[in-house]
C-alpha cells in the first residue's frame, strides 16, 4: 500500500500521546501514509479536526473512504492489514497478554494522564507525584517487567521491548515512557530493579520516536514568535 491510501491526522508531537501511538507504530513499521497535523488548544481546533473526523478527536486514520478514529483500533487495523510486520506476537499467549496490555493502556491510569500530561520536550520534576498517580506508575512498571521476563527475553528476537520485537503495546505505552522522563519518575521506587530502565531506553531510542521529537521541536520553534 502507498502512502496515498493511508492518511494520519494527528495533533502538537509535544502534547498528543493519542497521536503518538499510531504515528510510531506505522513509522517504526515502515508503513508509509501522509501526515495532516492539526494544532491544538486554538479556537478553531475543533473546527478543523471535524473537517477531517466526525468524532473531533485526534488521532484519525483516513482510508478506504472510511475514517477510523481511536488510536488502538488504528492500531488493530494496521496490525490486521500487514500481519507480516508482527504488530502482534505470534505465540498465542504472548499475543493475547500483549492485546491485554494494550487495552488496560487504552481504558486505565486516568489519574497518571490527568497528574502527568505528555510533554516530550518539557521538564517537571516531582509534580504529579500524586499518591494516585504514583499507584498507577507502579501498576504499569509491574506490567513492564512481568511482560520483559516473561515473553520479551524469552522471544526468539528480543529486541529489548516488552514482548521481544516492537509491538502495538510498546506504541501504546511510548507516550508513557515520555511521561516517566517529563516529571522524573523515580523508578527504583516504584519496584525497578533495572528491567524498566533498559524498556525505557529501547523505546527513547527509537529512530521513530527520535523522528517524532524533532518533529515537536520544529513545530514549537515555529510557534515561537519570530
Not at 486514520?61 to 472510511?66: R, S
Request: net charge negative; glycine share 6%; proline share 5%.
Amino acid at each position: 500500500m502507498s502512502a496515498q491510501e493511508f492518511e494520519l491526522v494527528i495533533g502538537d508531537k509535544n502534547w498528543s500521546s493519542w497521536s503518538m501511538r499510531p504515528w510510531l507504530l506505522m513509522r517504526q513499521a515502515g508503513i508509509p501514509f501522509t501526515e495532516t497535523s492539526i494544532r491544538l488548544r486554538q479556537p478553531d481546533t475543533r473546527e478543523q479536526i471535524l473537517a477531517h473526523s466526525p468524532t473531533g478527536f485526534v488521532p484519525a486514520l483516513k482510508w478506504q473512504g472510511v475514517v477510523i478514529g481511536d488510536s488502538l483500533a488504528i492500531c488493530e487495523t494496521i496490525a490486521d492489514l500487514y500481519p507480516t510486520k508482527k504488530l502482534w506476537p505470534s505465540d498465542t499467549v504472548a499475543r493475547a497478554m500483549c492485546r491485554s496490555a494494550a487495552a488496560e493502556m487504552h481504558s486505565g491510569f486516568q489519574n497518571l494522564r490527568r497528574e502527568m500530561p505528555m510533554a516530550v520536550l518539557e521538564k517537571y520534576p516531582g509534580e504529579g507525584h500524586t499518591e494516585e498517580a504514583l499507584a498507577d506508575a507502579r501498576r504499569i512498571v509491574s506490567l513492564w517487567r512481568a511482560c520483559r521476563v516473561r515473553f520479551g527475553r524469552q522471544a526468539s528476537e528480543d529486541q529489548g521491548f516488552l514482548f521481544g520485537g516492537f509491538s502495538v503495546a510498546d506504541a501504546m505505552y511510548a507516550p508513557v515512557v515520555t511521561r516517566f522522563l517529563t516529571y522524573e519518575v523515580d523508578l527504583a521506587s516504584l519496584g525497578d530493579d533495572g528491567t524498566v530502565s533498559a524498556y525505557m531506553n529501547a523505546v527513547m531510542t527509537l529512530p521513530s520516536m527520535q523522528d517524532w521529537i524533532r518533529d515537536a521541536e520544529a513545530e514549537e520553534a515555529a510557534k515561537s514568535p519570530a
